[in-house]
Every structure is written in structure tokens, then in C-alpha cells.
């Protein structure tokens, strides 16, 4: 098992890909932006961040973020853990709140994912402050989270 230090050097992987889709609710576009975070020069966590532009409700991004072993091949993907979160404007607050939901939401279940965290399980896991590590790296700098959540 490897030790995580306390404080890490987070950047993105070199591919990171975009996409979008259409709500099955409202037919507003989705955005959908994924990549690997690398923690001192090595693969850290995956990640699939969904930003959601509902005709009815506030403008939201949903993060999803999976950690385990990256790049032995799928047979190595037995520990992976995937925690989510839901980032959004708080009524009379100028800052995002994120709130943990439960993981994997948006996906089909499968051995990338893993074991997908709901909220009482990711509370009392120990990764916990990881995700919320890795989560706020991803709102402060991937250009689509950012731009979702403080550009309007
Ligand atoms: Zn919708």
C-alpha cells in the first residue's frame, strides 16, 4: 500500500476529453469533462465531471472522482472506490457549496468505478479528504468546472 503524503502536487493528466449530451429531463445540454489527476507526477484518481445546465433548477456540476491502482490493467482494478460530489450555488453565498452524494450515479456499474461511495459510507471512509482534495482541484482548474460554476 502506498503512503499518501499529506500534501501533494495535483495536475491533470495529458488527456483530458470533453463531451456533450442531452438531459433526458429537459433536454438541455450536459457537459461532461474527464481526465486523470496525477499526484506528484504519477496517476492518482479518474475523474468525470458533469455539468448540468437544467432548465428548471440551478446550474450544477456533478463530480465524480475514482481512486485505486491506475495502469496494471483491469485485473488490478479490484480496489477501486469512487466518491461524488455535487458542487452549486448556495442561495446568499457568493461561494459554491459541495456536498457528497452518492457516486457513479451517471454511470453503469463496472470494475473502473468500483465500489461506489454513497454519502454515509464516504464519510467514514478514509479517503475522504483525498476526494475533497482532488475535488476542489477540479473546480479551481478544470476550464469547463470553473467556468460552469463561476461564470453566470
Ligand atoms: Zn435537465
Not at 469533462?33 to 506528484?40: N, Q, S
Not at 483525498?130 to 479551481?140: G, P
Request: aromatic share 12%.
Amino acid at each position: 500500500m502506498i503512503e499518501h503524503h499529506v500534501r501533494m502536487l495535483l495536475t491533470f493528466g495529458p488527456d483530458r476529453q470533453t463531451r456533450e449530451f442531452t438531459c433526458d429531463c429537459c433536454n438541455a445540454p450536459i457537459e461532461r469533462a474527464w481526465d486523470f489527476i496525477y499526484a506528484d507526477g504519477a496517476p492518482h484518481a479518474a475523474y468525470f465531471a458533469n455539468c448540468y445546465h437544467h432548465t428548471d433548477r440551478d446550474h450544477d456540476a456533478w463530480i465524480d472522482v475514482i481512486f485505486g491502482t491506475w495502469g496494471g490493467g483491469s485485473d488490478q482494478w479490484s480496489d477501486h472506490v469512487a466518491f461524488a460530489c455535487r458542487i452549486g450555488p448556495v442561495v446568499g453565498q457568493t461561494t459554491p457549496a459541495s456536498t457528497l452524494v452518492t457516486a457513479g450515479l451517471a454511470h453503469p456499474d463496472g470494475p473502473l468505478f468500483g465500489l461506489k461511495l454513497d454519502r454515509e459510507a464516504a464519510l467514514q471512509h478514509p479517503r475522504l479528504n483525498e476526494f475533497w482534495k482532488v475535488s476542489d482541484f477540479i473546480l479551481e482548474n478544470d476550464p469547463l468546472v470553473l467556468g460552469h460554476i463561476y461564470g453566470h
